[in-house]
Structure formats: structure tokens, C-alpha cells
């Protein structure tokens, strides 16, 4: 469950392939690591408006169905999608401003892949940090945060880890590890 490009999530985690299906682009896109298929769950923004985005000089970066710039330019991407007319959600990652259709988070690319993985949300563990990461922990059967993450996060979640970043993940993990085997 990512945020990230698919070139950019195979950058920094090249085992990948451990996983049934990655949930990225803040939901817009499925990929099965054992096919090496990729599924957009949603349509990209028009390329005229990411073509205005960069005519105004916006460091954007470009996946399937998401552009995604970094603050301070939310106003300018707010000011382009009521010019334009579009029916477009920000959604904000600690710093990160990411552009992507209505309804899109990363509830409903979990939604979808547990579909496909024959699983319910209740059986899903998940952890998280920032702002785009609300609506699919509220929907985890077993929700965490790392210690770095935005206070917001932490007041909602099962589990707030002591560690910050991997090392708050890694620390979940043996957690669940050891919950599950006080439960036998």
C-alpha cells in the first residue's frame, strides 16, 4: 500500500515479488508481481490539464492515474481543476500533493485487491503515517502507526509504534507475530 509509482516502489523495495498484489498510487493502481501486470483502478487526469500543470512550471511527477506535485503548489493545482472544470480530489502525504479522481484513496485499492485476493478488511493488518492514510486504516482489521506519524494518524489507530519509519514497521510485525502466538 503506496503512495509511489511503480518505478519508484521497485526502487526502494526490489523484493516486491514477496507480495501477492501492491496497492499504489494512493489507490489508483493494482500490480501483481507475479504476472507483472499493472491494473489502473482509475483514469489519469486529462493530459491537457497536466500539460497546464506544467506550463506553469510545476515539479510534477506522473504515474497511470496519478500527478503528483509538492507543497506549496496545492493552490496552483486547486486554481487548474476549477479552470478546468474537473472533478479532481487532492490528497496530501507529508508534503506531497497528489491529484487524483473523486472517490480514489487508498480504501478503495484495497478494496479492490482484497476482492481479487478473496479476503475480507477485517483480515488485514495495516500500517501508516500521513494524511492519505486514513481512509484505508479505518477499514484494517488491525491498525498502526509509526512514531513519526502525524498525530492525526496516531489517535485513530490500535497500535502506535515506538520506532519511527521501517523500524516502527519491523516493531508491528513482531508484534503481530508475538500477539498471534499468545493467541494459540
Partial sequence: MTGREL??????FPEIDRFDVAVME???????????????????????????????????????????TWEPHEKAVLEEIKEFGLELQVTFNKGAVM??????????GLQAALKQLALAPAEVAGIGDAENDHAFLEICGCSA???NALP?????????A???????????????????????
Fill in 7 to 12: 518505478n519508484d516502489l521497485i526502487a526502494i
Fill in 26 to 68: 494512493n489507490g489508483a493502481v493494482l500490480f501483481h508481481p507475479s504476472t507483472g501486470a499493472v491494473e489502473a483502478l482509475a483514469d489519469p487526469p486529462p493530459s491537457t490539464f497536466v500539460a497546464q500543470l506544467h506550463e506553469r512550471g510545476l515539479p510534477l511527477q506522473i504515474g497511470k492515474a496519478i500527478v503528483a
Fill in 99 to 108: 491529484i487524483l479522481p473523486s472517490g480514489v484513496n487508498k480504501a478503495t
Fill in 145 to 147: 502507526a509509526v512514531a
Fill in 152 to 160: 492525526a494518524i496516531r489517535e485513530k489507530v490500535d497500535y502506535v
Fill in 162 to 184: 515506538v520506532f519511527d519509519h521501517g523500524d516502527g514497521v519491523a516493531e508491528f510485525v513482531a508484534w503481530l507475530l508475538a500477539d498471534e502466538k499468545a493467541a494459540k
